[in-house]
């Protein structure tokens, strides 16, 4: 799978940050999530930062931990609104 994605850090926390408005990423499989985040092996985050459309509002922001497991991260919030 190939993927564009950026890599923003936001006081102190590093995120990769992906455009899902085509909804292409599996954001079911949390073990791609923590592969990605590993920071020997993979990218290397604290977190996935998926930018999707909505009917409300300019976009959603959908954040994953490293370990796969889904929240709300203020810093990468930031870096979704930058």
Do not use: W
């Given at each position: ?60 922001m ?16 930031r870096?979704?609104v930058?």
């Open positions: 799978m190939n993927l564009t994605f950026y890599k923003y850090q936001g006081t102190v926390n590093d995120f990769v940050m992906l455009d899902n408005r085509t909804k292409i990423f599996p954001k079911e499989n949390t073990d791609i999530i923590s592969r990605i985040c590993d920071r020997h092996f993979g990218i290397g985050a604290d977190g996935i930062i998926l930018i999707e459309n909505d009917t409300k509002f300019d976009f959603k959908i954040y994953f931990n490293a370990d796969g497991s889904q929240t709300f991260c203020g810093n990468g919030a870096c979704a930058a």
